[in-house]
């Protein structure tokens, strides 16, 4: 009767070990899937970043040009 209660025992942490393992695995394959498209979200944050820093140069380059019209037709205080 010990012996079969035993098996038994080992029989259910086996599976149970199987099952843990499964978890583990799939666990991983979803941990995978979120830092690639952690990534992704990295790479266009960074040519956002890039977007604005250009957009900036351009404010200041008509900025720039702008000051020199109302200079050029004495709008300018």
């Given at each position: 009767?010990?012996?079969?209660?035993?098996?038994?025992?080992?029989?259910?942490?086996?599976?149970?070990?199987?099952?843990?393992?499964?978890?583990?695995?799939?666990?991983?394959?979803q941990?995978?899937?979120?830092?690639?498209?952690?990534?992704?979200?990295?790479?266009?944050?960074?040519?956002?970043?890039?977007?604005?820093?250009?957009?900036?140069?351009?404010?200041?380059?008509?900025?720039?040009?702008?000051?020199?019209?109302?200079?050029?037709?004495?709008?300018t205080?």
């Amino acid at each position: 009767m010990t012996d079969n209660v035993e098996n038994l025992i080992l029989e259910h942490l086996k599976l149970l070990r199987n099952e843990v393992k499964a978890q583990g695995i799939k666990m991983d394959e979803q941990f995978e899937s979120v830092r690639l498209r952690l990534s992704s979200i990295e790479s266009q944050m960074a040519g956002i970043h890039t977007d604005i820093a250009i957009m900036n140069s351009r404010i200041d380059k008509f900025e720039s040009r702008l000051d020199r019209i109302e200079r050029r037709l004495e709008l300018t205080a």
